[in-house]
């Protein structure tokens, strides 16, 4: 069966369109006209959605809300009684995505020769995080899959909030130094060249005024070339930042400056208790569920870390002397983690860690906001200042000469 786009005209005369599900063109067309519609065009829903161009690839790509999504509503249908095929099937009938409809169709080809769930689901090649594929199965095993893939949705939504957060509080700053940046591009480039006679009729300017209205004369004589350097820089800093291990890297050097380091250290220490708790919670082993948690952890020196301890927890050690040894949390993490251990509620302390933990990075923020942008400002308008003075002892200058 196949999904069909059509376009027809009801008895009044009036273009609709939808969808309607079909073996093949014709017997589409048929199921049209039984609703009383003249069907005017029906082609395959793929072909009838898929974008061209540049749009085409964009639109195409997967995205985390999308596999939210589809983890959401299959959860939904399971935990309202759904059959797991049924469910699985609607998912590739009605899913907004040709790759997920593609993938839930295959996932579905591979339920009916009797595969499990969380095999069929690791072939559809998903770009699914670690953890997912774990507790799909351990709610297998258990017999709580509704509840596995509703937890897997929440922790991929956690993960990308913490993202988006990231990008918002960096948002605003980035642009105003970008602005920042533009404005004394414009300055040397087109502001300073006006007064770059000046250097003609005073021959003893003094070092400021003489220093920027070389720049602005170099600046304008060879602005293509810097344009072509600027260009390049930054799409090497592309290029380079889209391996894992130089963003990696460059996460690990953030956490040095003051605030915003421990801004990163919190959220990457909140995204970890997250994952372990959702992971305890289903059932996982302890060993296993440290490990997929570690996975979870950017920074290369924390994951080593927690590696280290988990290394020491499957000697013997409890889970919180072994963090504590590796410096890994706060005192109060330390504490929370070892009451969870000692009451058998480790997977609500670990959860409660993580708020704690987001709450604390969250006022980070703020905090590390609140320096940024006067430090931005004051940086911005201190180099335009200095151009400005510069221009104007040169313009004062050369009035001392004429007189």
């Known amino acids: 069966m196949r999904r069909f786009r059509y376009q027809a005209l009801n008895s009044e005369g009036v ?4 969808e309607v599900v079909a073996a093949g063109e014709r017997e589409a067309a ?9 069907p005017l065009s029906v082609k395959p829903a793929d072909e009838q959605a898929a974008p ?16 939210i999504l589809a983890l959401q509503e299959l959860s939904t249908l399971l935990a309202a009684g759904v059959g797991l095929a049924d469910a699985v099937n609607a998912q590739a009938r009605s899913n907004p995505h040709p790759k997920m409809r593609d993938a839930f169709t295959g996932i579905a080809a591979a339920l009916r020769q009797g595969q499990p769930f969380s095999q069929a689901l690791a072939q559809a090649k998903l770009p699914l995080p670690r953890y997912v594929d774990t507790l799909v199965r351990s709610g297998e095993k258990a017999g709580l899959l509704a509840k596995s893939l509703a937890d897997a949705a929440a922790q991929m939504d956690y993960d990308r909030s913490v993202r988006n957060e990231m990008r918002q509080a960096l948002t605003y700053p980035v642009v105003l130094v970008l602005a920042g940046i533009g404005a004394v591009v414009m300055m040397f480039t087109y502001v300073v060249p006006k007064f770059a006679t000046l250097l003609k009729r005073a021959e003893d300017l003094p070092w400021l005024a003489s220093a920027v209205l070389n720049t602005g004369m170099f600046a304008r004589e060879n602005f293509l070339w810097i344009s072509i350097v600027m260009i390049g820089v930054v799409l090497a800093a592309s290029l380079v930042l889209r391996r894992p291990a130089a963003r990696a890297n460059l996460l690990q050097s953030m956490e040095r400056i003051p605030v915003l380091g421990t801004w990163r250290i919190e959220a990457e220490v909140a995204a970890w208790a997250r994952v372990l708790a959702t992971l305890l919670g289903n059932r996982v082993p302890m060993l296993e569920a440290l490990a997929l948690s570690a996975e979870s952890v950017a920074s290369p020196r924390r994951r080593a870390r927690l590696e280290e301890s988990t290394r020491a927890v499957r000697g013997g050690r409890t889970l919180a002397d072994a ?18 251990e000692q009451s058998g509620e480790l997977p609500a302390m670990l959860d409660s860690l993580a708020k704690l933990y987001r709450e604390s990075g969250r006022t980070r923020m703020k905090q590390f906001l609140t320096l940024l942008e006067p430090v931005a400002i004051l940086l911005i308008g201190g180099v335009i200042g200095i151009i400005m003075t510069g221009i104007i002892l040169a313009i004062t200058s050369a009035n001392d000469i004429a007189v």
């Open 323 to 340: 963090l504590e040894e590796q410096g890994t949390l706060s005192p109060t993490g330390y504490n929370l983690i070892r009451v969870g």
């Open 15 to 18: 273009k609709l369109d939808g």
């Open 52 to 67: 061209s161009g540049v749009l085409a690839g964009r639109k195409a790509k997967l995205n985390a809300q999308d596999l």
């Open 30 to 38: 048929r199921s049209i006209e039984q609703r009383g519609l003249m």
